[in-house]
T-cell receptor, first 116, second 118 residues
Framework: AAGVIQSPRHLIKEKRETATLKCYPIPRHDTVYWYQQGPGQDPQFLISFYEKMQSDKGSIPDRFSAQQFSDYHSELNMSSLELGDSALYFC???????????????FGNGTRLTVT | AQKVTQAQTEISVVEKEDVTLDCVYETRDTTYYLFWYKQPPSGELVFLIRRNSFDEQNEISGRYSWNFQKSTSSFNFTITASQVVDSAVYFCALSEARGSGGSYIPTFGRGTSLIVHP
């Protein structure tokens, strides 16, 4: 079965550079979520989108922005990167109604971002 | 304050032992959802189970079983006859309705690292 696809798998950037992470949800899933997992930490919710509109916001820094496109894929844009942004970034998807009726989130394999 | 507490940071067992991973949660909502996810060394997050607050039935799936007790706000996970492939970090998560939109976003515990030795 198709899963959530994230690209790239690994990304190395220098401080103050920008990065773009991409997420392709499971077919027919119209809700995407972004989580950040620092080393040895639990995943922290950043932001979510439902039907191309931002639906919820967590601890996403102002330097980060995200959007969901007409084909439901999503991109997380990160600017002025800092060393502390080094983490595993997960995208997850679910059916739209699951936003409110809570079907499980299905996660991608993550993008490991290293900022040097 | 942490809404999901996984007090066991790391558990080490020998293959074929049974092991229970504890999860205690905190919520004032009457409707909420609980999850367990597995994160193997390769890094992906694998969904294991979801429970809603109105369903306290325990569940068994192969060597995995879950014990949900609202009276103690616990949702514990037991692996029977553990195997080396069970070595991973296991996360418990809680979803409560958020804000005026009522959406549910999982909040994760800190995770329990399970090491199964051959």
């Amino acid at each position: 079965a198709a899963g959530v696809i994230q690209s790239p798998r690994h990304l190395i950037k220098e401080k103050r550079e920008t990065a773009t992470l991409k997420c392709y949800p499971i077919p027919r899933h119209d809700t995407v979520y972004w989580y950040q997992q620092g080393p040895g930490q639990d995943p922290q919710f950043l932001i979510s989108f439902y039907e191309k509109m931002q639906s919820d916001k967590g601890s996403i820094p102002d330097r980060f922005s995200a959007q969901q496109f007409s084909d439901y894929h999503s991109e997380l844009n990160m600017s002025s990167l800092e060393l502390g942004d080094s983490a595993l970034y997960f995208c997850a998807s679910s059916l739209g109604t699951a936003q409110f009726y809570n079907s499980p989130l299905h996660f991608g394999n993550g993008t490991r971002l290293t900022v040097t | 304050a942490q809404k999901v507490t996984q007090a066991q940071t790391e558990i080490s067992v020998v293959e074929k032992e049974d092991v229970t991973l504890d999860c205690v949660y905190e919520t004032r909502d009457t409707t909420y959802y609980l999850f367990w996810y597995k994160q193997p060394p390769s890094g992906e997050l694998v969904f294991l189970i979801r429970r809603n607050s109105f369903d306290e039935q325990n569940e068994i799936s192969g060597r995995y079983s879950w014990n949900f007790q609202k009276s103690t706000s616990s949702f514990n996970f037991t692996i029977t006859a553990s195997q080396v492939v069970d070595s991973a970090v296991y996360f418990c998560a809680l979803s409560e309705a958020r804000g005026s939109g009522g959406s549910y976003i999982p909040t994760f515990g800190r995770g329990t690292s399970l090491i199964v030795h051959p």
